[in-house]
């Protein structure tokens, strides 16, 4: 025969179950008041605003423009921008190669810029602009950075500055940092033909097609020539040496220097 348990007896842990059901309730509409008061107190305090914004790797451009550009402001709401929007803005300046935005110390902003290497320097009348790693031009007048770069004259042709660019990044960087200046030879039908002025005194003649190729041989051929008078290396079809004085007149009486043959390859 089953157990009859009296209804009274069943009271008190109903009265318990509905107790505690109603202090679940309680507590989950408290802890949502609370957070929503913390969200309301949080996005109208300082803490929520941007703090500072810093710019690194600025070289080609000042500082402020990039944060300029960045459309972002201190003191505007931290959360009310897209980082991936911000990078977007900044990658279509002039010179930057890559950008990366992240927030900083809950407040702050850094942005972080890579600019394209200078690959030379671009002299006409008197000013100098930049041509950089991908082919980008600056003109005259922005703020020119320490770089040690060759000077590029004559290149007002294009396609002649852009071949020209090609070959000085192929170009080995011991033999790179000799460089002084290449002067573009415009009288030539070719629009190839180049003469280059070495740091070490040396001069060369050159085409565009085959610089880099040919000038990897400049350190063995001038270490051949050490002693000797300095003179022009002539690099265009074969290679060999003449001296100051027979190419453009002796200054002084010296020794013949023979020259030095290097087919090429």
Do not use: C
């Given at each position: 025969?089953?157990?009859?348990?009296?209804?009274?007896?069943?009271?008190p842990?109903?009265?318990?179950?509905r107790?505690?059901k109603?202090?679940?309730?309680?507590?989950?509409?408290?802890?949502?008041?609370?957070?929503?008061?913390l969200?309301?107190?949080?996005?109208?305090?300082?803490?929520?605003?941007?703090g500072?914004?810093?710019?690194?790797?600025?070289v080609?451009?000042?500082?402020?423009?990039?944060?300029?550009?960045?459309?972002?402001t201190?003191?505007?709401?931290?959360?009310?921008?897209?980082?991936?929007n911000?990078?977007?803005?900044?990658?279509?300046?002039?010179?930057?190669?890559?950008?990366?935005?992240?927030?900083?110390?809950?407040?702050?902003?850094?942005?972080?810029?890579?600019?394209?290497?200078?690959?030379a320097?671009?002299?006409?009348?008197?000013?100098y602009?930049?041509?950089?790693?991908?082919?980008?031009?600056?003109?005259?007048?922005?703020?020119?950075?320490?770089?040690?770069?060759?000077?590029l004259?004559?290149f007002t042709?294009?396609?002649s500055?852009?071949?020209?660019?090609?070959?000085?990044?192929?170009?080995?960087?011991?033999?790179?940092?000799?460089?002084?200046?290449?002067?573009?030879?415009e009288?030539?039908?070719?629009?190839?033909?180049?003469?280059?002025?070495?740091?070490?005194?040396?001069?060369?003649?050159?085409?565009?097609?085959?610089?880099?190729?040919?000038?990897?041989?400049?350190?063995?051929?001038?270490?051949?020539?050490?002693?000797?008078?300095?003179?022009?290396?002539?690099?265009?079809?074969?290679?060999?040496?003449?001296?100051?004085?027979?190419?453009?007149?002796?200054?002084?009486?010296?020794?013949?220097?023979?020259?030095?043959?290097?087919?090429?390859?």
């Open positions: 025969m089953d157990k009859v348990i009296d209804i009274e007896d069943r009271i842990s109903m009265r318990e179950k107790r505690r109603t202090n679940k309730k309680f507590l989950f509409m408290l802890m949502i008041f609370v957070v929503a008061l969200a309301i107190l949080y996005f109208q305090s300082a803490l929520s605003k941007i500072d914004i810093s710019v690194k790797g600025a080609l451009h000042e500082s402020s423009l990039y944060k300029e550009r960045s459309g972002l201190t003191a505007a709401p931290l959360w009310s921008f897209s980082i991936a911000v990078e977007e803005r900044l990658m279509a300046i002039n010179g930057v190669e890559e950008v990366a935005v992240s927030r900083k110390w809950l407040r702050d902003i850094e942005i972080v810029i890579t600019e394209w290497d200078t690959v320097y671009l002299e006409e009348a008197g000013q602009s930049l041509l950089l790693e991908n082919g980008d031009t600056f003109p005259a007048g922005v703020l020119l950075p320490e770089a040690e770069a060759p000077i004259n004559n042709n294009a396609d500055l852009k071949r020209m660019s090609t070959q000085l990044l192929k170009v080995e960087n011991d033999v790179y940092h000799l460089i002084s200046e290449i002067i573009f030879d009288s030539a039908e070719d629009e190839e033909s180049i003469t280059v002025y070495m740091i070490d005194g040396f001069e060369v003649r050159a085409i565009i097609s085959t610089f880099a190729e040919r000038m990897a041989f400049y350190p063995e051929i001038t270490a051949q020539l050490k002693g000797h008078e300095k003179g022009v290396i002539d690099m265009e079809v074969g290679t060999f040496f003449v001296p100051f004085s027979k190419m453009y007149g002796p200054v002084d009486e010296e020794e013949e220097v023979d020259p030095v043959d290097e087919e090429d390859e």
